[in-house]
């Protein structure tokens, strides 16, 4: 004797009221599954570690202190020094004609030929 599909359906109600799971009779992708999972926000803002005060920070609040920052300082002098070299960084473009002027003047890839083939 064959249940009918209305009775099996209150049966999977019941069931997923009792388990307090989802009813979806359909199956239709509902996105369940990546709800039910734990949030990841905490995992990863634990994770790293809290922001500290910087020198720059206190700058920033206190502008009338004078500070010295003298990681600041040995950085623009090496950039100065590699400035002087040539070694800098080279200079933005200002107009939109002079980006345009070495966008065109990529190197093409060679084409390998292929040896050629003998006959024995």
Not at 57 to 84: C, G, H, M, N, V
């Amino acid at each position: 004797m064959a249940v009918s599909r209305m009775r099996l359906l209150d049966l999977v109600k019941a069931q997923c009221r009792i388990f307090s799971t989802t009813f979806n009779p359909k199956g239709l992708r509902t996105g369940n599954k990546v709800l039910r999972q734990r949030l990841r926000g905490p995992a990863l803002a634990a994770y790293y570690p809290r922001r500290t005060v910087t020198l720059k920070d206190l700058e920033d609040l206190y502008p009338e202190f004078e500070t010295w920052d003298d990681f600041e300082e040995d950085r623009l002098e090496s950039i100065q020094i590699a400035k002087q070299r040539g070694k800098g960084a080279p200079k933005k473009k200002r107009t939109a004609e002079e980006s345009k002027k070495f966008a065109g003047k990529k190197k093409k890839p060679a084409v390998a030929a292929a040896p050629a083939r003998s006959t024995f």
